[in-house]
């Protein structure tokens, strides 16, 4: 099945630094979301995107929606600790129930 | 603030051992959705409901069987279970978009050991 490519896998960090990471695929999608996964527990929604082009923050989270829509990159500025987990990007498409989800990036906090 | 709950949080099964995992919502979602996640392959869908009374293979449906209860409720169902479905197991819900996706919310998941 179809899944999305996330880079990077994993980060090594500072407190304090900025983060990227990115999300592409093969095929568009119309809606691409962002979820944080903390351990044992499910993944929870931190930013949702809707047009091609848009760019959108949550705090310090911002997110954009790439022009081509087989994109999308999220920009964590200034982390701190609570940052670390795994974030998973995922698109849909309208009028389709089925999100197909990326792969992760683990996110580690070198104290 | 429920939101989704699933249950039980943990279970450990012997191969061909059938289970029932239950998910139930509270914030009056039309849809739902049962996923799995494995190290490396992030989540993958294996049945979604649109609707109460409708239901429809995802991803990964083989050696699973689903029921909507009700509004609020779906179960997943593994008749006889094999080590390859030793996975954590998330349920999720959303509204029915009108024109916009609705964003699914997960609940804790269920990790599912097959000896």
């Known amino acids: 099945g179809q899944q999305l490519n996330q880079s990077p896998q994993s980060m090594f960090i500072q407190e304090g630094e900025d983060v990227s990471m990115n999300c592409t695929s093969s095929?568009?999608?119309?809606?691409w979301l962002w979820y944080k996964q903390d351990p044992g527990e499910g993944p929870v929604l931190l930013i949702a995107?809707?047009?091609?082009?848009e760019l959108t923050s949550n705090g310090r989270l911002t997110a954009q929606f790439g022009i081509t829509r087989k994109d999308s990159f999220l920009n964590i500025s200034a982390s701190i600790p609570s940052d670390v987990g795994i974030y998973f990007c995922a698109g849909r498409n309208f009028g389709n129930e089925k999100l197909t989800f990326g792969t992760g990036t683990r996110l580690t906090i070198i104290p | 603030n429920a939101g989704v709950t699933q249950t039980p949080k943990f279970q450990v099964l012997k191969t061909g051992q059938s289970m029932t995992l239950q998910c139930a919502q509270d914030m009056n979602h039309n849809s739902m959705y049962w996923y799995r996640q494995d190290p490396g392959m992030g989540l993958r869908l294996i049945y979604y409901?649109?609707?109460?009374?409708?239901?429809d293979k995802g991803e990964v449906p083989n050696g699973y069987n689903v029921s909507r209860l009700n509004k609020r409720e779906f179960s997943l169902r593994l008749e006889s279970a094999a080590p390859s479905q030793t996975s954590v197991y998330f349920c999720a819900s959303s509204e029915a978009g009108r024109g916009r996706n609705q964003p699914q919310h997960f609940g804790d998941g269920t990790r599912l050991s097959i000896l």
């Open positions: 409901s649109a609707s109460e009374g409708t239901t």
């Open positions: 095929s568009i999608f119309n809606t």
């Open positions: 995107l809707y047009k091609a082009g």
